[in-house]
Structures are given as C-alpha cells and as structure tokens.
C-alpha cells in the first residue's frame, strides 16, 4: 500500500481491524495481486464468501445480465429473480418459505425473531452453545460465545441460555420456555469443530418432545462448503429454520432465513422487514450461484480437494490435529494461530484464525489440485520460520 493510501485508511475507516499494510486489485480464481503486482494464494476465499474464486466468468456473466436488469423495487412489489431464487432455495431444501436479508447476522436477527413468533409469549428463550458465534447484532451477539465481542456491549438482550456443545447434558436446558436452538453444524469461529451426529439428533428428538424450534446456522458452512449442498446433510438431521449469508451471492451482500411452513404459519405481515433483502440485482447473480454449487460435480470437487487439503497438512510438522469437512478444514497449531497467520501472509499464503489455536483454510469452492499443494507448501513453511514445536 502506497504510504499515502495508508494514511488516509488510518485517518477515514474505523479501527474495527487490524489489516496489513498491503492493497489487494486484483484476482483470478484462488489469487490475490497487490498494488505491487504481488500474488497471494488465497485460502480464505473473503472468510467463505467467494465461493467460485475471483474474477468467476459464472459471477461475471451474471454480474452483466444482472445491470441490464432492475436494480431495486423495495420488497412493497415482487421481482421476478427475488422468487426464482426463493424457489431454488426451497427446491433443493428441507424449507418451504425464504426470507431474504443482506447478511449472517441479520438471517440471525429473523430466525430469532421468527422462532419467538412461533413460540409465542410463554416461549421465549433462545438455547446456544460454547465457542458459537452467530454474528455481531445484539441478538445474535446474545447468541454468541465469543467474550471480546460480548463484553464490551453488555447488558446484552435477555433470554439466551447457554449449552454445552456436543454435550448431552446440553438436553436438560431445553425446556417448555425454549422457543428455538441454535447450532452451527460444523463451528467455524469456533475452531472447525463438527457437531457430532448422533448429539444433532438428540438436540432433534429434544426440541420435538418439547416443542422447541430447531435452528441451523450454517452462514459459513453451508451452499457446498462441506461438500453437501448443507452441512446438516451429513447428519441425517433437518432443522426448522436455517440461516444462510456468505457464499449466496458471490460476493454481493446477501442473507436468507430458510423456514418449513409450520414456522411460516406464525409470521404476519409487517412484524419483520428489509429494505434492500432480496433485491433483483443480487438475487438475480445468487441464483446463477446455487445453480452452479448444486451441481455433483462441484460437490464431488469439495469432497476431493478437502480430503487433499487435510492429508497435506497432517503431514506437517508443529500441527497437532486437523479438523473439518469438505473445504473447511482447520489446523491446530502450537502457539497460537495469529501470529501463524501474520508469518503466512509473508509466505504470500491467506487464511484467517480460529479459536483453539486453529487456522482456517477456507479455498474457493473450485479450488486446483495444484493451488492446494502450493498451499500446504506454503503453511509449511511459516510453520518453520515460528517455533514451530513437534506433534
């Protein structure tokens, strides 16, 4: 980054992150070039947003059709990309109704919302879990086990109770004052760790026998992360309401709440809205989106590239265990990953950190074979230039 750019960042954006001192112009499929015609391997794909790479003729091609288009109507009137994409959603779900916001934390915001709803005034209470994170509103911030984030806004909303996760203790918080669970299937913040299967279950039979919703939050491990088209696919287990963001449109800035029509039963007209959810331009790139991560091949790709990804790693010394699904995978290091992740940006290798000591590796969706050898080289090497440790 020219020192001018540099310090004009430091005088106009809030200090809500810690960046490098680099600018980012360009990309192509899973590569980032700087101002100073650097490249960078890019293993974190906009923290699971860029699905299909940088520079995608798919996300191009829709890009164009799409300002040919309307951009905005406001959801006072339908659009025709609005409900082809509502209906994909649906086709290829266990949902019968789509509500559409313009991020994680907002589809959060609804799926709290509409769970509360549906509960009515004796069923309140929203059940999480530790090392959750669900977004930074205040409702879903309320949600979520992450104290630098929760603490510095306290008193947050009232009503969450925190469990266990994959804990079968976690049932007993479950009670007739639980209006809805809310779980990741696979926890990204919070370090890659998978909800067991058979727990998913239980939290099912669970939230049954009481009458609670059960909600998947799958804003990062979802639309092919995991190499189902839902993460929740690998368990067996269908939610009543599921959150949606990241990869939905490409890049654009797009959320949805998925819900069966038993939980649509309860919404009314005007207890929640949007202004920009669901807007034509977005929808219409979002659609060209899950047409292409639905299909097998890609899927098959996931699956392919993530176990290609997870046999690279574990062979490198100072990583102690590798977790994941598909191209979510996190390793767990000695140390602590920020600093690991400072040390492979120099290697010009991105990924992002976790909780535990994990490092995310987040790769576009159609990552090569070739940048995921170049990738474990590359987190190879910033393992060896720290202390590094044994396994």
């Given at each position: 980054?020219?020192p001018s750019l540099s310090s004009l960042a430091d005088e106009v954006l809030a200090p809500t992150y810690v960046r490098p001192d680099t600018t980012f112009v360009s990309g192509d499929g899973s590569w980032l070039v700087d101002t100073d015609g650097r490249r960078f391997l890019d293993m974190t794909s906009g923290v699971a947003v860029n ?341």
């Amino acid at each position: 980054m020219s020192p001018s750019l540099s310090s004009l960042a430091d005088e106009v954006l809030a200090p809500t992150y810690v960046r490098p001192d680099t600018t980012f112009v360009s990309g192509d499929g899973s590569w980032l070039v700087d101002t100073d015609g650097r490249r960078f391997l890019d293993m974190t794909s906009g923290v699971a947003v860029n699905a299909l790479g940088h520079g995608s003729p798919i996300i191009q091609r829709a890009l164009r059709s799409a300002a040919d288009g309307l951009i905005h109507t406001s959801n006072l009137f339908h659009t025709a990309p609005a409900v082809r994409l509502a209906a994909g959603l649906v086709e290829r779900s266990f949902a019968d109704r789509v509500f559409f916001c313009n991020s994680g934390a907002e589809a959060v915001e609804g799926a709290i919302k509409f769970a509360r709803l549906f509960g009515g005034p004796d069923r309140r209470e929203i059940v999480y879990f530790d090392g959750s994170f669900h977004g930074r509103t205040l409702g879903a911030l309320a949600a979520t086990d992450k104290p630098l984030a929760r603490e510095p806004f306290e008193p947050l909303p009232a009503g969450y109770t925190r469990a266990t996760f994959g804990a079968t203790d976690a049932l007993a918080s479950i009670s007739a004052r639980t209006a809805a669970v809310i779980v990741e299937p696979v926890q990204g913040e919070g370090g890659l760790r998978i909800a067991p299967s058979d727990w998913l279950q239980a939290l099912r039979i669970r939230c049954d026998a009481v009458g609670a919703l059960l909600v998947f939050d799958e804003v990062q491990c979802g639309l092919g992360r995991t190499g189902r088209l839902w993460a929740h696919e690998h368990s067996g287990v269908r939610p009543d309401i599921m959150t949606l963001a990241k990869p939905l449109a490409g890049g654009l800035p797009m959320g949805a709440v998925l819900m069966t029509e038993r939980v649509s039963a309860r919404v009314t007209t005007g207890c929640h809205a949007t202004t920009f959810g669901g807007g034509p331009f977005v929808a219409s790139v979002a659609l060209a989106v899950l047409d292409h991560i639905g299909t097998p091949s890609l899927l098959q790709g996931v699956v392919e590239r993530g176990a290609q990804l997870r046999s690279g790693l574990e062979r490198l010394r100072g990583v102690s265990e590798v977790r994941g699904l598909g191209l979510m995978v996190g390793a767990r290091v000695q140390g602590g990953g920020k600093d690991l992740v400072r040390r492979a940006f120099e290697e010009g290798l991105l990924v992002v950190a976790a909780a535990q000591d994990v490092v995310r590796f987040l790769p576009p969706l159609n990552v090569g074979a070739a940048d995921v050898d170049e990738a474990v080289v590359r987190f190879g090497r910033a393992l060896a230039r720290g202390d590094g440790g044994t396994r």
